[in-house]
T-cell receptor, first 115, second 116 residues
Framework: AQKITQTQPGMFVQEKEAVTLDCTYD???????LFWYKQPSSGEMIFLIY??????QNATEGRYSLNFQKARKSANLVISASQLGDSAMYFC????????????FGSGTQLTVLP | DSGVTQTPKHLITATGQRVTLRCSPR?????VYWYQQSLDQGLQFLIQ???????AKGNILERFSAQQFPDLHSELNLSSLELGDSALYFC???????????????FGPGTRLTVT
């Protein structure tokens, strides 16, 4: 069974500062992927970043980077230079790499960026 | 805009009724996934189709069913609706299995279902 844990229900960060959102996972699959999604108050789910379990380097997409520590089973999202528009719910998700690629989501972290 | 479309955006119906939610995946994507987001259960995977065939099943109730048509659009049918079925239903799509970036799932805007 796959499990994703996000232990921070809410986080605050000052505008222009960096913030780290925590995510730990558990899976018995030898190959898997980790995802982060952003859900603003409008409700849509926006794909941010992906990390494959065999990727040698940590994934980066603009201001987003994924701090992947395989031995610790953690996949933290780092947002640099926070902006007011970053205020949203952030979900970490775990997916298998087989033909059935459904995602298992964590409970989410509500990030609020303060001016 | 993810390229995934869902209709309708909002749906209000009564208990015991049946509704159909529709999803069109991104152009070229063969996989469609359905997820349910509710306050008490969070985001849960319901079912996946790949090129018209059911590929994986999650916590989908027997009252719910889905299919994917030859043009790759998908429908989720919810019947004998209960108050607890009120939720945001998302459809997501991903590319050809094994292809570049095929693991990335892009979500539609969701259908908000309210059962009264």
């Amino acid at each position: 069974a796959q499990k994703i844990t996000q232990t921070q229900p809410g986080m605050f960060v000052q505008e222009k500062e960096a913030v780290t959102l925590d995510c730990t996972y558990d899976t018995s699959d030898p190959s898997y992927g980790l995802f982060w999604y952003k859900q603003p108050s409008s409700g849509e789910m926006i794909f941010l970043i992906y990390q494959g379990s065999y990727d040698q380097q940590n994934a980066t997409e603009g201001r987003y980077s994924l701090n992947f520590q395989k031995a610790r089973k953690s996949a933290n999202l780092v947002i640099s230079a926070s902006q007011l528009g970053d205020s949203a719910m952030y979900f970490c998700a775990l997916g298998s790499s087989g033909s059935a690629r459904q995602l298992t989501f964590g409970s989410g972290t509500q990030l609020t960026v303060l001016p | 805009d993810s390229g995934v479309t869902q209709t309708p955006k909002h749906l209000i119906t009564a208990t015991g009724q049946r509704v159909t939610l529709r999803c069109s995946p991104r152009s070229g994507d063969l996989s469609v996934y359905w997820y349910q987001q509710s306050l008490d259960q969070g985001l849960q995977f319901l079912i996946q189709y790949y090129n018209g065939e059911e590929r994986a099943k999650g916590n989908i109730l027997e009252r719910f069913s889905a299919q994917q048509f030859p043009d790759l659009h998908s429908e989720l049918n919810l019947s004998s609706l209960e108050l607890g079925d009120s939720a945001l239903y998302f459809c997501a799509s991903s590319g050809v299995s094994g292809g570049a970036n095929s693991h990335e799932q892009y979500f539609g805007p969701g259908t908000r279902l309210t059962v009264t």
